[in-house]
């Protein structure tokens, strides 16, 4: 009856899990209730489905990374999740928090990127070097983002100017 109020999203859960995997189980804000959320939300999509029992552990393969993890407690909750009254925690709730992580992984790794590409900018100490052998590598480095790009053109040509005292490169 609750389905019906609530209908699931249809993703395959091999999507559901390629996206829990950006989810930190064991941060600020990750505690008992984000645990259960996270069960109740892959409950309530899988439940009922051939997919039920691969739910139910890529639920405990999730939380077993948790330092704060109590295994006796999955299948006792798994179980009494159909059996909750009022709005049930769907996938949507996951897929949100999931993808907003996955977001700020992929900045970490772009910035990640950008501060080690300047690091080499800035080591470098010879402008011949830098518009020839330096640049030439980074250009090979550099992501399609126009973002990083504009950055690392603004960093190449800040340390040219004090390498060589000129604004032409």
Known sequence: ALLALSPRCDVPLSESSDLLSYVDNDGIGQ???FWLGVGMALHHEYSGTPD???ALALWKSWGNASNKNDPKQY?????SFGKLRGQPTTLRWLLKIAHQSKQDAELAQRRTVL???K???LACEDPFE??????????GL????PIVLAE????????YKVLSGSDVM
Do not use: F, H, I
């Not at 830098?130 to 250009?139: C, E, I, N």
């Not at 690392?152 to 340390?159: D, E, F, G, N, P």
């Open 130 to 139: 830098l518009t020839g052998g330096v640049a030439k590598k980074l250009r």
């Open 119 to 121: 690091a080499q900018v």
């Open 75 to 79: 299948d006792y909750k798994w179980e």
């Open 152 to 159: 690392m053109v603004a960093c190449l040509r800040s340390r």
């Open 142 to 145: 550099m992501p399609e983002d």
């Open 115 to 117: 501060d080690e590409m």
């Open 31 to 33: 505690d008992y209730s």
């Open 52 to 54: 039920e029992a691969a």
